[in-house]
């Protein structure tokens, strides 16, 4: 049985250790054939630098680790273009300044290629290494990780930096558009999409794959290629706990799958699929491997309600690229994998992202709350039973207590950045609430407005308002802008909330509940 490739990423170590390799030739075929310039943003350990590789193989001709794979018969072999690979990942910017390790990187590139560099500036050396390796057949650029030196200073939050590496970036790019005589490929990868404006206003030839069907399958797993390349590990984690092909597969996808860029071609995470077929446990694989504090820093200081781009219709502007000077949090969520396009009405030109699977909803909720309410595994474990239970059997004032309990484990340090509270304060609900495991919406809509969140168990329907201000108020407000109205026709008892929460004393401070009957609203109980 061939071994799982996990962490692999030279195709050659596929074909010479006997590695599973899941064939993306013809995705790879199709695009050279129709393309010449290429950008493609995903999230971290989704394949990208794997299919850096495999194209570096490809055009330099090497036809021997492509054995068997769908291009092996249908490439140009004997046509071969020199490649300048410029991964990141080996840009030595840390210890040297990016300026100057460009320039080394660029001469051990030139020196590999047994040609010498006279240009003085790291972006003349560039455009001088593509000039002079281009000859005829033109030089192949791949570039990989190529927000690195942007993205690893905005995690450790010098700004200053992270502006002037994106500068020096920006300079580097600044002539490749006039080489197109030159060029035979080009292909740019990172996890994010920065604005065209601040890194790209120089490359606006690109095509960006990053949402659209031709670059939707190029990474990640379908559900036919695992079947078809990993069914041995699938019967055998099948019969580690018990069960069928059918029905573990079921679990997988649930766990791992879900990662959409054009709303109907759905892939696995690569990561977390082969990780799991390695350890036999489902566990938070990909999550694990790294979560980015500045944005988790950003989420909280900014004050924005993480759900207010769940499930609702976004403009593509809404995610698709953001700068340093203006981070968006959908984009950010979005381009770092937390967020993934479930439906695109392309009419409308609309998009509905949501989390991809269980790990990322799961792990990302709970590391929100933990980071947010700065509660233990066990304080956070207690306080959602009690609210499951008081929810399932309608008790408030118990719910109402056990959310005060959470917000009193908020320090005043955790507050002071914050810029608007009530964002912060709806986060934490939402990201509570969602941790429940009942079906819980928010910000839902009707033709009446938009109250806070919708709670639904078997029994009840819970319309539920936060207000900065009193319950009352609240309440008040779920009447008047008929929230409830929604729900006339279901057969659940309807229940409205109203939640007041005070600034200065940084909790929920009372609460008001009342029935809803199907001509309209009642008050029924008051408490402090």
Known sequence: MKKLGLGIQALSEFIDNNFIYVDKTEHIHRLIDEG???????????????????????????????????????????????????????????????????????????????????????AGKFLELITTLGGKSGTVILIDEYDKPIIDYLEASNIPQAEENREILKT????????????????????????????????????????????AGLLGYTEQEIRDNYHPYLEDLADCFGTTDDRIMEQVKTWYNGYSWDGKTFVYNPYSTLSLLSSRAFKNFWFETGTPTFLIQHIKESGVKINESLNKPVKENAFNAYDIDNLNTTAILFQTGYLTVKQWDRLENT????????????????????????????????????????????????????????????????????????????????????????????????????????????EYIYVIEFKMGTAEEALRQIKEKRYCAPFAADGREVIMVGIGIDKGVRNLTDFVTGAADRGGEREIKSEN
């Open 36 to 122: 010449k310039y290429y950008f493609l943003s995903r999230p971290r350990r989704f394949g990208k630098s794997l299919l850096i590789n495999t194209l570096k193989e490809l055009f330099e001709g090497n036809r021997r680790v492509f054995q068997g794979c769908w291009i092996e018969e249908r490439w140009h072999w004997q046509q071969k273009n020199p490649v300048i690979k410029i991964d990141f990942t080996q840009v030595e910017y840390r210890e040297l300044g990016l300026k100057k390790a460009l320039d080394q990187y660029l001469l051990r590139t030139a020196e590999q290629h047994k040609v010498s560099l006279e240009a003085e500036t790291y």
């Open 351 to 458: 998009y509905v992202l949501d989390f991809p699977n269980r790990e990322v909803k799961e792990s990302f909720l709970d590391f929100m709350v933990k980071n947010y309410a700065d509660s233990s595994a066990e304080e956070m474990g207690h306080i959602v039973a009690v609210l499951t239970e008081a929810l399932r059997i309608n008790d408030i004032r118990r719910f109402f207590e056990a959310m005060q309990a959470l917000f009193s484990s908020i320090t005043a340090k955790q507050l002071e950045k914050v810029k608007a509270y009530e964002g912060f304060y709806h986060s934490i609900i939402y990201i509570t609430l969602k941790m429940l495991g009942v079906r819980i919406d928010c910000e839902v809509q009707s033709s009446f407005g938009a109250t806070d969140a919708v709670i639904k168990n078997e």
């Open 172 to 215: 580097l790019y600044a002539g490749v558009k006039g080489l197109d005589e030159h060029i035979r490929f080009f292909l740019l990868t990172g996890v994010s999409k920065f604005s065209r404006v601040s890194i790209f206003s120089d490359l606006n030839h690109l095509r960006d794959l990053s949402i659209s069907e031709s670059g």
